[in-house]
C-alpha cells in the first residue's frame, strides 16, 4: 500500500507506534506488561498530587473570595446604614431650627465622617466596576453634607430657601443610598458565585483519588492472578493510603464547603437582612421628619415610611423565623410604628406642632401618645446587638471552613508521591525476577 | 466478582461527590417591602379659555357676601358651616416665600401677607379665638390647583395670580394684590432687564405651574434666546442661582424681594413686564366661601387692615417703599364660574 503523502504517512506512521505497543503490552511478555503498570499507577499517584493540590487551592480561593465578599457586604450596609442615620438626624434637626442640640450635631458629624472614611476601606476592597460607582457615592456624599450645611445655615438665620436646600441634600442622599444598594447586590452576587465555584471544586480531588484507586485495585487483582500471590504489600499500602486520602479529602473539603455554606444560609443571611431593616429603619425615621417639614404636603413622604417599614417588618420577620435573630428588633418596631400612627394622628388632624413636639422629642411632646425617639433608638440598638453577633458568626463561619484546607494539600501532594513510590516498589519485586 | 467492582466504584464516587460538594448556599436578593410607592399619574392637559372668556375681566369674582353672618354663627349647609363644624379651616400655603407665606425657623409658626389673609378669613368663621383654628398645608407653585381640585385644602394663598385659565378649574376671590413679574439676577451681572438677559441668551429659573414660567416660555418676541429652567418650587431657582445652575429668577416682585433679602449678593432688576393680581383659591363648586371670602377682604379695604398687613410686610421688612391702596374692589359677576 502506497501513502497517499508523506504526511498522512507520518500520522499512519504514529498512530501505528501506538497501536504496536498497546498490541506489544496486551500481548507482550509479563516485565513489560509490569513496566507498563508502574508507569500508569506513578501516571495516576502524579496526577493525585497535582490535581489534587489544584482542587484544594481552589476550593480554599473559592471560600476566602466569599468571605471577602461577604466582608464588603457588611462593610457597604454599615456605610449606608450611616448616610441613612445621618440623614434622618439632619432632617429631624431642621424641624428644631435654630434650637438644634449640640449633641445630636455631634452624632450627624460623627455618622457623616465614620460614613466617608470606611466608605476608603469599601473602596480598596471593591472590584472595578464599583470602584467607579464609589468615587461617585464618594463625591455625592461630600456634595450632600455641603447641601445640609446650606440648609441648616440658612435655616439658622430664618431664610426659608433652607428648606429647598434641605430638599435637595435629601435627594443627594437618595442616590448615595441607591449608588450603595448596587454595590452591596454586586457584593451578594460575588458570594453566590465564589460559593458556586467552592461546590464544583472538589471533582478533580475526586475523580484522580478514584482513578488511582481503581487502577490500584486493578493492580492488586492482577498480580495476585498472574503471580498467585494473596496480597502485594506495598500496593496495598499504596491503596489504602489513597482510600485514606479520599475519605480524609472527602470528609475534610465537605466539611469546609459545608461550614462555609452554613455560614451563608445562616448568620450571613440573617446579617443581611438585620441591616436591610436597620437602614431601612432610619430611612423610614427620616420620612417621619421629612413628612412634617412638608407641613401637610409630606403624602409622599409617608408612602416611603410606609414602604420603608415594609421593609423593616418583612426583614426582621425573615430573620427572627428562619434564625432566631432580630426577634427583639421586631418587636421594638412595632412599638415605634404605634407611635408613628400617633404622629401622623396628630399632624392629620391639624395639631401639626404636637406631631413635632413628639418627633424631636421636645419637652412640650404629650408623653401619653409614645416616645418615638426612644422607641425607635431601642429598635437601632436591638437591631445592632444582634447584627454585630451575626456578622461575627459568618466571619468565623468562613474562617473556620478554610481552617484545614491547607493541611489537607500538604497530606494529598505527599499521599500521591509516597503512592508513587509504593507503586514502583511493589511492581519492582516481580519485576526482580526477571532479571 | 470482577463485574461488581466497577458497579461499586460508580456508586462511591457518587456518593462522595455528594458529600464532598453539600447543599446550595446563596444569598437571598434586597428585600422589598410589600408597599410600593406610587409614582404620580400622568398629569391631563389643562383647559384653555376660548378668545371669548379672554376677554372678559379675569379678576371679576363673585359678588361678596354682605352682611357677613356672625362669627361662629355660619348658615346652615353653607361651606363655611361645614368648616365650622370640623372645627379648623385647612389652608393651602406657601412655607418658603419670605413675606408672603413662610416658616419662621425661630417660631416654628408660618408667617407672611398670605397668612394674615387667612387669619382673616378664620377669624371671620371662628371669631377671635384661633387657638388650633387653622391647618397650613405646605404646597408646592404645582400643587395649589390639585389641591384645590383634591378637596384637600378649602382655600389656597399661595401669591396666586388670577388669570382665565385657571378660572376654569378653580374659583377665585377678588383680587387682594397686585404685583407684577420682575427678574432676579446677581449683583454686578450687568443685566438690568429681563430681555437684555434673553440677548444674551442667559438662563433663567422659574417654578413650574405658575403664572411666570408661562409668561416667559409663551414664545413672545422679548423672550427670544432665553434658556428657560423649570423647577418644582421659586426657592428652588435661589439654589440654581447661588449653584450657578441659574443666571436669574423670574418671579413675582414681591416673592423676588423676599429673595433678595435672603441673599445680599442678588438684587431685583428692571420694570413689571407683567400684571400679577393675587387672589385666594377656592374648590370650584364653593361658590358660597368665595363670596364669604370676598366680604372679608372688602371690609378689610375699608376697616384699614388691609394696609396694616402692607405696612408690616412689604414696608417694615424693607421690601418696598411706597404706601400703596388695596386693588380696586373687582366688579360683581354674576356670570360666574366661566363656562
Known amino acids: ?131 467607579a460607582l464609589l468615587q461617585q457615592v464618594s ?112 470528609g475534610v473539603n465537605g466539611r469546609a464547603v459545608s461550614r462555609a455554606s452554613d455560614g451563608v444560609r445562616g448568620p450571613l443571611t440573617s446579617a443581611d437582612l438585620i441591616a436591610q431593616a436597620r437602614a431601612a429603619g432610619f430611612d423610614a425615621r427620616s420620612n417621619e421628619a421629612l413628612t412634617l417639614i412638608a407641613r401637610g404636603n409630606g403624602a409622599a413622604y409617608e408612602t416611603q415610611w410606609q414602604a420603608s417599614s415594609s421593609i423593616v417588618r418583612t426583614a426582621l420577620e425573615s430573620s427572627c423565623q428562619q434564625f432566631d435573630s432580630g426577634c427583639t428588633a421586631e418587636a421594638r418596631y412595632a412599638e415605634y410604628g404605634s407611635t408613628h400612627e400617633s404622629v401622623r394622628k396628630e ?82 519485586q516481580r519485576l526482580r525476577e526477571y532479571r | 466478582m470482577r463485574r461488581h467492582v466497577p458497579s461499586a466504584a460508580f456508586v462511591v464516587v457518587v456518593a462522595l461527590v455528594l458529600v464532598s460538594c453539600g447543599g446550595d448556599a446563596t444569598l437571598p436578593s434586597e428585600v422589598t417591602g410589600d408597599v410600593a410607592v406610587q409614582t404620580a399619574p400622568p398629569t391631563t392637559a389643562a383647559p384653555e379659555c376660548t378668545p371669548a372668556e379672554e376677554a372678559e375681566s379675569a379678576v371679576a369674582s363673585y359678588p361678596a357676601l354682605d352682611p357677613l353672618p356672625t362669627p361662629g354663627s355660619m348658615p346652615n349647609g353653607t361651606t363655611m358651616a361645614k368648616i365650622q363644624e370640623r372645627g379648623r379651616l385647612i ?56 389641591s384645590l381640585e383634591a378637596g384637600t385644602v378649602d382655600v389656597v394663598a399661595h401669591t396666586m395670580t388670577i388669570n382665565c385659565r385657571r378660572w376654569l378649574r378653580i374659583g377665585f376671590s377678588s ?24 440677548d444674551a441668551q442667559g438662563t433663567v429659573c422659574a417654578p413650574e405651574g405658575s403664572t411666570n414660567i408661562d409668561e416667559v416660555r409663551s414664545g413672545a418676541a422679548k423672550y427670544d434666546g432665553l434658556v428657560v429652567i423649570g423647577k418644582p418650587d421659586i426657592s428652588d431657582c435661589l439654589v440654581a442661582m447661588q449653584q450657578g445652575e441659574a443666571d436669574a429668577t423670574t418671579g413675582d416682585d414681591t416673592v423676588l424681594a423676599g429673595f433678595a433679602a435672603q441673599d445680599p449678593n442678588t438684587e431685583v432688576v428692571g420694570r413689571a413686564f407683567t400684571d400679577e393680581p393675587y387672589g385666594l383659591g377656592f374648590k370650584k363648586d364653593n361658590e358660597d366661601l368665595v363670596q364669604f371670602a370676598n366680604g372679608v377682604i372688602a371690609d378689610m379695604r375699608t376697616n384699614g387692615r388691609w394696609a396694616e398687613i402692607y405696612q408690616t410686610w412689604l414696608i417694615d421688612t424693607g421690601a418696598l417703599t411706597d404706601p400703596a391702596e388695596p386693588p380696586a374692589p373687582p366688579v360683581a359677576d354674576d356670570s360666574r364660574p366661566l363656562p
Not at chain 1, 480561593?61 to 434622618?88: E, K, N, P
Not at chain 1, 425607635?376 to 447584627?387: I, K, P, Y
Open chain 1, 347 to 428: 399632624d392629620n388632624e391639624g395639631r401639626w406642632e404636637s406631631a413635632v413636639a413628639l418627633v424631636t422629642g421636645s419637652d412640650d411632646a404629650d408623653p401619653a401618645l409614645g416616645d418615638p425617639t426612644a422607641e425607635f433608638d431601642a429598635f437601632a440598638q436591638a437591631a445592632e446587638t444582634d447584627l454585630v453577633a451575626d456578622s461575627a458568626a459568618a466571619t468565623s463561619s468562613f474562617a473556620d471552613s478554610v481552617g484545614q484546607l491547607g493541611a489537607l494539600r500538604i497530606l494529598v501532594v505527599l499521599a500521591g508521591l509516597a503512592v508513587a513510590v509504593l507503586a514502583v516498589i511493589g511492581y519492582g
Open chain 2, 175 to 198: 383680587e387682594y394684590y397686585r404685583a407684577g413679574q420682575k427678574v432676579l439676577v446677581k449683583k454686578g451681572s450687568g443685566y438690568t432687564d429681563i430681555t437684555q438677559l434673553a
Open chain 1, 139 to 250: 463625591a455625592q456624599l461630600a456634595t450632600y453634607v455641603g447641601l445640609v450645611e446650606q440648609a441648616r445655615s440658612n435655616n439658622r438665620q430664618g431664610y426659608p430657601v433652607g428648606s429647598a436646600y434641605q430638599r435637595q441634600a435629601r435627594t443627594v442622599a437618595e442616590q448615595v443610598v441607591a449608588g450603595l444598594r448596587t454595590v452591596e447586590q454586586s457584593a451578594r452576587t460575588r458570594v453566590n458565585d465564589s460559593m458556586e465555584r467552592a461546590h464544583r471544586a472538589s471533582w478533580l480531588l475526586l475523580l484522580t483519588a478514584v482513578v488511582l484507586l481503581l487502577v490500584l485495585l486493578a493492580g492488586s487483582l492482577w498480580l495476585a492472578a498472574r503471580w498467585h500471590r494473596l496480597v502485594n504489600v506495598p500496593i496495598a499500602i499504596a491503596a489504602g493510603i489513597t482510600l485514606l486520602v479520599l475519605t480524609i479529602g472527602v
Open chain 2, 91 to 146: 389652608a393651602g400655603v406657601s412655607g418658603d416665600t419670605l413675606l408672603f407665606g413662610a416658616r419662621n425657623p425661630l417660631t416654628d409658626q408660618i408667617e407672611g401677607f398670605d397668612i394674615d389673609m387667612i387669619t382673616e378669613i378664620a377669624r371671620a368663621i371662628f371669631g377671635e379665638d384661633l387657638d388650633g383654628r387653622i391647618e397650613y398645608r405646605v404646597i408646592t407653585y404645582a400643587d395649589r390647583l390639585p
Open chain 1, 1 to 131: 500500500m502506497v501513502p497517499l503523502t508523506r504526511s498522512a504517512g507520518r500520522i499512519a506512521g504514529a498512530t501505528g507506534g501506538w497501536v504496536r505497543r498497546v498490541v506489544r503490552v496486551r500481548s507482550g511478555d509479563s516485565p513489560t506488561k509490569l513496566q507498563a503498570a508502574t508507569a500508569l499507577t506513578v501516571l495516576c499517584a502524579l496526577a493525585l498530587s497535582i490535581g489534587g493540590w489544584y482542587s484544594i487551592d481552589r476550593r480554599e480561593t473559592a471560600i476566602d473570595d466569599a468571605a471577602g465578599a461577604a466582608q464588603q457586604l457588611i462593610r457597604v450596609q454599615d456605610v449606608r446604614v450611616l448616610v441613612v442615620q445621618a440623614d434622618s438626624i439632619a432632617s429631624n434637626a431642621y424641624l428644631r431650627g435654630g434650637q438644634e442640640e449640640r449633641a445630636q450635631r455631634e452624632q450627624y458629624d460623627d455618622r457623616v465622617a465614620t460614613a466617608a472614611s470606611r466608605l476608603v476601606d469599601v473602596s480598596n476592597a471593591a472590584g472595578e466596576t464599583d470602584v
